[in-house]
Nanobody, 126 residues
Framework: QVQLVESGGGLVQAGASLRLSCAAS????????MAWFRQAPGKEREFVAG????????TYASSGKGRFTISRDNAKSTVYLQMNSLKPEDTAVYYC???????????????????WGQGTQVTVSS
């Protein structure tokens, strides 16, 4: 089992950048593929980006492609989401998730993920 704690959210203006962090504790973080999801008020949770266990493979939703970068430091058991050129429509609670499946390509469905953090709020003002 792994515990996930997100940090780095906040209130920023459109065009700004934020870096979210997800610290994993418990079982070795490198045992899991990791992903970021987000949920805006009144909307379903959606996939943002995913990264394989060793970090060699990444997957992005079209909404963040070219603006967001997911990375991981397994020595620190931490996954990051660098978000640039933020837009008001990026406003949401961002969640970190871990997938026990040994798949190489990160999966995009929330039901595929076994462990979740509590989330961190990102608000982008226009």
């Amino acid at each position: 089992q792994v515990q996930l704690v997100e940090s780095g959210g906040g209130l920023v203006q459109a065009g700004a950048s934020l870096r979210l962090s997800c610290a994993a504790s418990g079982r070795t973080a490198s045992s899991y593929a990791m992903a970021w999801f987000r949920q805006a008020p009144g909307k379903e949770r959606e996939f943002v980006a995913g990264i394989s266990r060793a970090g060699a493979h990444t997957t992005y939703a079209s909404s963040g492609k070219g603006r967001f970068t997911i990375s991981r430091d397994n020595a620190k058991s931490t996954v990051y989401l660098q978000m640039n050129s933020l837009k008001p429509e990026d406003t949401a609670v961002y969640y970190c998730a871990a997938d026990r499946d040994p798949t190489v390509v990160p999966r995009t469905l929330s039901a595929s993920y076994d462990y979740w953090g509590q989330g961190t709020q990102v608000t982008v003002s226009s």
